[in-house]
C-alpha cells in the first residue's frame, strides 16, 4: 500500500463518505481509514430479507450474546441489526455519569443504521448562541450553507413536503411519504387549534420516485428494514452512495481494521504530515501521510484523536490553544412523550411498513425568549400512529375458530408522540483520555462526564404536558405521559467537543472546520457543531462537509496548505 496522498479521510460514515467522494471527484488521491470491518453494499447485508422466524429467537439477541454489548443493547441491538454495531467488548468507554455512546463498527459507520430524518437549520439556529449569551457565536450563518444544503440533497434525495417556516427552510424534496388516516386527524386538530404549531411527514434521506446515482438506488419499498442494509439503496448511507461514487474516480483507497492513533505534527511548518495508525489483527503500526487530513470519525473518536495527538507545540492535544478541546459535549434529549388511544377507521389501514413518522416542528422560543416559557430554546416532535397486531387477542382468551378470526384482525388505533430537545453547550459537559487504562490498541480510555442541566429538565417537563394536550384536543382516549428518563448520548446525536467559533480563544476551529493554529486539518462531523439546534443534524454535516472539501481543495491549489 502506498504511504503517500493529497488526502486522508478519517472514518467512513455519512462525513466521511461525502469528504471522500468530493476529494476524489476533484482529483486528489484519496486514503480513507476505517477503524471497522468491511461491508460492501448489498453483497454483506446478511439478514436484508430475514423474517422473524429465520432466526432464532424470532430476531431477539440472548443474554450470553448481549455481554459483548453491555452499552450498545441500551439503545435496541437484535440479531438483525447487532452485526453493524459496536462490540463494547473490544470498543468500550467509561462514564463519569451515565452516557449512551452507540457506534457502528464498519464501513459506513453509522450511515447503515441511521434513523434518516433530514432537516436543515436557519438562521434562528445559527444565531441562537449570540442572542442567547450561551457559550459562542457560530461563525456562519444560514445563506452561507444554504447552496450546500441544496447541492447534499440533489444527491442524497430527500422526501418531504414543504411547509414555508422560517425556523424550518425547506428542502430539495421528492414526493412525501404519505401521514395515515389518524395522523391526518391529528394534523387537521392542530391546525386547528393552534396558529403556530404544525405536523407534517417526517423529512428523509429516502427515494421515493425514479432513482438516484450510486450503486443502483431506487425508491422505497416500505420494508422498514431500513436498519439491517437496504439491498435497493433507497435509503441514503456511504455505502449505496458516496463511496461507490469516489470509488468510480480511481481516485480512492479504502483501508480497513485501522485505527488512527494520533495525528503527526511538525513544528517547523506548523502542519500536519499525517497519521499513525494501528491494524487491529496485527497491531502493526504505520504512518500514512497527505497534504491535508479530514477528521470524521464522529464527533468523540475524533477529538479523542486530536486529545491524543500530543507535541512540544501542543502538550494538551493538537489545536487545543483555547482549552476547549473535549468540552462542551451536546446531544438531544429524547425519550419522553405522550401517546393515547384512537376510536374509528376501524375499516382503515394503511401501505406497507413506512419507515418514517410525523414530525411537529418546533414552537417554543421562536426569535427568542418566549413569554411564559421557563427555559431557552425549544423542541420538535417525532411519532406516528398505527393498529395492533394479533397479540391484543391473547388477553380475550379466545381459542379455537374465534381465535383464528381475531388473528387475522388488526387491532385498534394508537397514537403518539415523543419530544426532541435542544442541548444547551456547556463547557462542564466533557470528555477525557484515562491514560491509565490503555486498550490492546495502546490507546487511552475515553471517559464521559456529561449530563443534562435544570433548563433541558424544564424544557422536557413542558413537551409532555403539550404533547398530551395536542393528543387530547385530538379526542384521543386514555392519554398517557412517558418518561424514560434517558441520559445524554440517546439521541445519538453526540455533539460539540471541537466547537467552530470566530476567535482562537474560545474554539477549536474556523467557519470552514478548520483548526485555527493547524492549517491543513479539519473536523467535519458533529465535533464542530457550537449549539446543537433542535432538528436532527446529519444533513448540517454533510453539508458542512462538502462545503471544507471545497475549500480546502482551493486553498492548496493556492499552495495555502
Not at 430527500?158 to 391529528?186: I, R, T, Y
Not at 449505496?240 to 474516480?249: D, I
Request: proline share 3%; with cysteine.
Amino acid at each position: 500500500m502506498n504511504n503517500d496522498y493529497d488526502a486522508i479521510v478519517v472514518g467512513s460514515g455519512i462525513s466521511g463518505g461525502w469528504a471522500a467522494k468530493e476529494f476524489c471527484e476533484k482529483g486528489l488521491k484519496t486514503l480513507v481509514i476505517e477503524r471497522g470491518r468491511m461491508v460492501k453494499h448489498i453483497e454483506d447485508y446478511t439478514t436484508m430479507n430475514k423474517d422473524p422466524w429465520d432466526m432464532k429467537f424470532g430476531g431477539r439477541s440472548s443474554q450470553e450474546v448481549l455481554k459483548d454489548y453491555n452499552k450498545q443493547r441500551r439503545w435496541g441491538v437484535n440479531e438483525g441489526n447487532r452485526h453493524f454495531y459496536n462490540k463494547d467488548s473490544e470498543y468500550d468507554y467509561d462514564e463519569d455519569k451515565p452516557f449512551d455512546w452507540i457506534r457502528g463498527t464498519q464501513v459506513g459507520g453509522r450511515s447503515l443504521i441511521w434513523g434518516r430524518q433530514t432537516y436543515r437549520w436557519s438562521d434562528d439556529d445559527f444565531e441562537a448562541n449570540l442572542r442567547d449569551g450561551i457559550a459562542v457565536d457560530w461563525p456562519v450563518r444560514y445563506k452561507e450553507i444554504a447552496p450546500w444544503y441544496s447541492y447534499v440533497e440533489k444527491f442524497i434525495g430527500v422526501s418531504g413536503e414543504p411547509l414555508n417556516l422560517p425556523h424550518l427552510p425547506d428542502s430539495e424534496f421528492l414526493p412525501a411519504m404519505e401521514l395515515n388516516c389518524v395522523e391526518k386527524e391529528l394534523r387537521n386538530s392542530i391546525a386547528k387549534n393552534y396558529s403556530n404549531r404544525f405536523l407534517t411527514i417526517g423529512r428523509v434521506a429516502h427515494i421515493t420516485k425514479g432513482s438516484k446515482d450510486g450503486a443502483g438506488r431506487n425508491a422505497c419499498q416500505y420494508r422498514n428494514r431500513c436498519d439491517r442494509g437496504c439491498l435497493f439503496g433507497s435509503y441514503f448511507s456511504s455505502n449505496s452512495s458516496t463511496l461507490p461514487v469516489a470509488e468510480k474516480t480511481g481516485n480512492l483507497t479504502l483501508r480497513t481494521d485501522s485505527i488512527v492513533t494520533n495525528i503527526i505534527y511538525n513544528d517547523e511548518t506548523k502542519k500536519a504530515t499525517g497519521v499513525r495508525v494501528v491494524d487491529t489483527h496485527t497491531k502493526k503500526i504505520s504512518k500514512f501521510n497527505a497534504k491535508v487530513i479530514f477528521l470524521c470519525a464522529s464527533s468523540m473518536a475524533s477529538t479523542a484523536i486530536l486529545l491524543n495527538s500530543k507535541s512540544n507545540r501542543f502538550p494538551d492535544g493538537l489545536g487545543n490553544d483555547s482549552g476547549e478541546l473535549g468540552h462542551n459535549i451536546m446531544d438531544h434529549q429524547l425519550g419522553s412523550g405522550a401517546s393515547g388511544k384512537f376510536d374509528g377507521y376501524n375499516d382503515k389501514y394503511y401501505y406497507g411498513r413506512r419507515p418514517n413518522g410525523f414530525y411537529i416542528p418546533r414552537f417554543r422560543n421562536i426569535g427568542g425568549k418566549e413569554k411564559g416559557v421557563n427555559f431557552l430554546r425549544g423542541y420538535g416532535y417525532q411519532g406516528g400512529a398505527g393498529r395492533g397486531d394479533w397479540s391484543e387477542s391473547i388477553a380475550e382468551l379466545g381459542y379455537g375458530s374465534e381465535l383464528k378470526k381475531a388473528l387475522l384482525k388488526p387491532g385498534n388505533w394508537t397514537i403518539g408522540m415523543g419530544g426532541f430537545g435542544e442541548v444547551l453547550p456547556y463547557h462542564e459537559n466533557k470528555m477525557y483520555l484515562d491514560y491509565n487504562k490503555i486498550d490492546t490498541f495502546g490507546l487511552p480510555k475515553i471517559v464521559f462526564d456529561a449530563e443534562f442541566k435544570e433548563n433541558e429538565i424544564r424544557m422536557k417537563e413542558d413537551w409532555k404536558i403539550q404533547a398530551a394536550e395536542m393528543l387530547e384536543k385530538a379526542g384521543c382516549k386514555e392519554v398517557t405521559i412517558f418518561d424514560s428518563n434517558a441520559p445524554i448520548g440517546k439521541g445519538i446525536h453526540e455533539m460539540g467537543t471541537a466547537r467552530m467559533g470566530k476567535d482562537p480563544k474560545t474554539s477549536v476551529l474556523n467557519k470552514y472546520n478548520q483548526i485555527h493554529s493547524v492549517p491543513n486539518v479539519f473536523v467535519t462531523d458533529g465535533a464542530f457543531m457550537t449549539s446543537s439546534g433542535t432538528q436532527n443534524p446529519s444533513l448540517t454535516y454533510m453539508a458542512f462537509t462538502a462545503r471544507a472539501v471545497n475549500y480546502a481543495v482551493n486553498e492548496l491549489k493556492k499552495m495555502n496548505l
